[in-house]
């Protein structure tokens, strides 16, 4: 050891290593300023850090074959020293490097897309952003907590009028009801700069209510105000509100570029019409049948309250069509279409800048007419008159109907940003990535929709299908058994095929054909392209088609019956349908 040590000053490895730390330290300052001037990700610097760590191994080596002349020669030894230095390096390099990859990198996104949209919200959180928490609901009785939450969504919709300034929709906000995190932690969950929270309480004929608005970052309040008001000049109250937001937040309300004012309130200023519309939404927001049927009676009060009430009757069409597309078939899905149909042109006779009443009229030409190109351009009017919201997603459904999936990703990206935890845009966003191929993206999406609507069987079934994609059959089939209901048997009638039990998956088939042969033709068709029995895949194609089943929107990105695009039956089909023949969708191998 004592000669090993010679050698080392005989070779000045300690001059070397000297000057390299030294300038490494001054490289480092000056990355340091041009990092900040230019805005680059925190992990470049530490991957240009790492580098240099690695380069310092590299510089002892070269010191070591060129130091002093004649000290070239090597021991056995000393090979053995050099070669565990440089393999313990490159260990560092490759692990570090996967590890901590630029987030500017193209690849960041495709591999682990939870990371990559964790960044943009930190780093793209913008100065005017605002998300509304909602309203403590203090006024000791649980049956009040639509007042509250009514109250919530119309700052929301005000504040959401301002240029400039992003506001979280209802979805994503109010599933921070009561949350003990701090303001920090949901700020970048929400990827906004500033919440709005507070309380109310409704006393007989008044109304307290407390706001606060902070910066997200550290908990510090920006405006704060109380306010005890006569229950009639509720809707001056909010207004109140929203303009102290809007001052302390310095926005300005849109002016021009086609959009137009978007309210909850009835146009009579009527407040039981209003209460009934927040019961309504209150009910609307938990994706279930029942809940629906719920919803749908508290907005036929609001209309009969206010029969000039658009927005209720957009919101009456839009919860038929959803109940009647998702729950029901036969006769009663027709009814219910025909009640959608009916809300959704009355709501336009009354007000046609609503932007609500587009999305309704676009949903039942997709659902119903499977008129694509009409669907598409109400969505599209609908972001015009709407900019702030999440509006987008409806777009970049109709994008996937026509077989464009990688035009949809965009768009439902777009409305995660103000919606940032909305369960069902998740799920197709999922569905969209998994049709452009991107299955791990696509899982994790599917994974995200799970997490904020645990409860829906839809979602769930949409993980089903990506988790079959993956060939993760096992996976599949023990998510398909948690399923409940209809969905429960599309989702075990699917995974069961790859499972490797043939009788089980004839009987899950046979299970679900015995109940759903009108509500779930297409379904069955999908079944059929994913056995690989065309014949009756195209037979149950056909039968969707006379019943008019909204699953044939998923046609030209369904990895199953994309299997057999090429086959005559296929293109004739799709020309019967309304559809392009083609799609930008991955089939299944």
């Known amino acids: 050891m004592t000669e090993f040590i010679a050698r080392l000053k005989q070779r000045k490895l300690v001059q070397w290593s000297l000057a390299y730390v030294a300038a490494a330290f001054a490289l480092i300052q000056v990355l340091d300023v041009v990092a900040q001037r230019f805005g680059w990700p925190d992990q470049v610097e530490k991957l240009l850090i790492l580098g ?3 380069g310092f191994l590299l510089a002892l080596v070269l010191a070591w074959y060129h130091g002093e002349r004649g000290a070239q020669r090597v021991s056995g030894t000393e090979i053995v020293i050099l070669a565990l230095l440089l393999a313990i390096g490159g260990g560092l390099l490759w692990r570090f490097g996967r590890a901590t990859p630029p987030t500017g990198s193209p690849d960041v996104a495709q591999r682990n897309p939870q990371a990559a949209d964790a960044t943009m919200q930190v780093v793209a959180a913008p100065a005017k952003s605002v998300a509304v ?4 609901n203090e006024s000791g009785e649980k049956d009040q907590q639509y007042f509250s939450d009514g109250l919530s969504e119309d700052l929301i919709n005000a504040l959401s009028q301002f240029a400039g300034l992003k506001v979280i929709s209802r979805n994503s906000s109010f599933q921070f009801r009561g949350s003990k995190q701090p303001s920090a932690a949901i700020g970048r969950a929400l990827g906004v700069a500033h919440l709005l929270e507070g309380s109310v309480q409704k006393l007989g004929d008044e109304v307290r209510i407390s706001a606060e608005l902070v910066n997200a970052a550290d908990g510090s309040t920006l405006w704060s105000q109380h306010y005890d008001r006569p229950y009639k000049d509720l809707f001056a109250l909010q207004d109140d509100i929203t303009s102290a937001v809007a001052d302390a937040l310095k926005a300005k309300l849109l002016d021009g570029g086609g959009a137009a004012a978007q309210s909850d309130r009835p146009p009579s200023g009527n407040l039981e019409a209003w209460n009934a519309y927040s019961r309504g939404r209150f009910y609307d927001a938990m994706i279930d049948p029942d809940d629906e049927r719920r919803a749908i009676g508290f907005y036929q009060q609001a209309v009969a309250l206010d029969p000039r009430y658009a927005r209720a009757y957009a919101s009456l069409s839009l919860t038929w069509t959803t109940l009647a597309g998702t729950f029901l078939g036969g006769e009663a899905q027709r009814q219910a279409f025909a009640k959608a149909r009916a809300a959704a042109d009355q709501a336009l006779q009354l007000d046609p800048d609503v932007a609500l009443a587009h999305d309704a009229r676009g949903l039942l030409l997709q659902w119903v007419d499977f008129d694509w190109s009409g669907a598409e351009a109400e969505y599209r009017r609908a972001l015009e008159l709407a900019p702030a919201d999440s509006t987008q997603r409806f777009v970049g459904r109709a994008f996937d109907a026509l077989g464009h999936p990688q035009q949809a990703i965009p768009m439902l990206r777009q409305a ?3 919606d940032p935890r909305n369960g069902g ?9 998994a049709a452009a191929g991107r299955l791990d993206e696509a899982q994790e999406a599917a994974r995200k929709a799970h997490e904020f609507v645990p409860g829906s069987p839809f979602v769930s079934t949409g993980l089903v299908i990506i988790q079959i994609q993956r060939g993760e059959n096992k996976a599949a089939l023990t998510s398909a058994q948690q399923v409940p209901g209809v969905w429960g048997d599309i989702a075990l009638a699917l995974a069961s095929q790859g499972a490797g039990d043939r009788a089980a998956a004839d009987a899950a ?19 059929y392209g994913l056995r690989r029995d065309p014949d009756n895949m195209f037979k149950w194609l056909d039968h969707a088609w ?4 909204s699953g044939i929107g998923r046609l030209l990105t369904d990895p199953f019956i994309l299997r057999y695009k090429n086959d005559a039956r296929f293109v004739a089909f799709c020309k019967k349908v309304g559809l392009p023949t083609t799609t930008d969708a991955k089939a299944m191998p």
């Not at 845009?425 to 990535?433: E, I, M, V």
Request: cysteine-free; charged content about 20%.
């Open 52 to 54: 240099l760590a690695i």
């Open 133 to 136: 928490l909602p309203l403590d």
């Open 416 to 418: 995660l940003a103000t």
């Open 425 to 433: 845009t998740w799920g197709w966003l999922g569905w969209s990535l």
């Open 509 to 527: 088939l046979k299970n679900l054909i015995a109940k759903q042969a009108d509500g779930a033709a297409y379904q069955i068709a999908e079944v």
């Open 546 to 549: 006379d019943t008019r089943d």
